[in-house]
């Protein structure tokens, strides 16, 4: 069976829901973990197809997250968006640099959401 699983790891309930309903739309299986060690846990026996990854998680940020995903052999080629209400081009350079593959801002526009997912899990096979 395909892969069509998404881990988002987001510390705002209402944001995690959100998202949880969206991607069941979408047709994809999503997991949400609301910080960096119970992500990297569930990390440890999973593989998911794409992670959305938000900036501020409560122990780590979004970007030393990536930085520790990229360090992972088995994981590193999992592609990212990292998501942010932060709007300054610091925070997306950061982001790309750490490894991610894409950036978007809160709240989200759905169609600009799906398109990004699309086009990186399409890359990726």
Not at 59 to 83: R, Y
């Amino acid at each position: 069976m395909e892969n069509k699983r998404v881990l988002i790891v987001e510390d705002d309930e209402k944001i995690q829901k959100l998202l949880l309903v969206y991607m069941k739309k979408l047709g994809y299986q999503a997991e949400t973990k609301t910080n960096a060690i119970t992500a990297k846990e569930w990390l440890s026996s999973n593989r998911p197809i794409l992670m959305l990854v938000d900036i501020m998680l409560p122990d780590a940020t979004g970007i030393e997250f990536c930085q520790w995903l990229n360090s992972q052999e088995d994981l590193k080629n999992i592609p990212v968006i990292h998501m942010s209400v932060l709007t300054d081009e610091i925070a997306q350079v950061d982001s790309l640099r750490s490894g991610a593959r894409d950036f978007i801002f809160k709240p989200f526009d759905f169609e600009i959401l799906k398109k990004k997912i699309e086009n990186l899990i399409k890359e990726e096979r």
